[in-house]
């Protein structure tokens, strides 16, 4: 479980949340996310990418593509994961989008 401290100094539980990106991919190869639809149905235009992202070091089969973007005047990193094929395992290589999420907390319900 992943915490983050907030502006206001409040500590929050957050999960990776998968994604639906719609992205543009360059004849250089670039990759630039363009829109980033949630589960619920709600897509939002990303406005500016501030940072594009690189692959780092492989780490348990997968690799990470951090992504800075504006979302209207909201600021966010997005992920890409590539994860490797596994032949014993019979999976291809994957690709995929998330983002951090904050957890959802039941009104009266403290967080564990």
């Not at 991919?25 to 949630?38: K, L, N, S």
Request: proline residues 4%.
């Amino acid at each position: 479980m992943d915490y983050v401290t907030t502006t206001s100094g409040e500590g929050r539980r957050i999960h990776r949340e998968y994604v639906d990106v719609v992205a543009r991919f360059g004849r250089d190869g670039a990759i630039e996310p363009v829109c980033v639809a949630w589960r619920d149905g709600r897509s939002f235009p990303i406005d500016e990418v501030l940072e594009a992202g690189r692959f780092g070091a492989e780490a348990g089969g997968r690799q990470m593509a951090r992504y800075r973007v504006r979302l209207g005047r909201h600021e966010t990193d997005l992920y890409l994961e590539r994860r490797g094929a596994q032949p014993a395992l019979g999976t291809d290589e994957s690709l995929r989008w998330w983002v951090y999420a904050y957890d959802q907390v039941k009104p009266g319900h403290a967080p564990a």
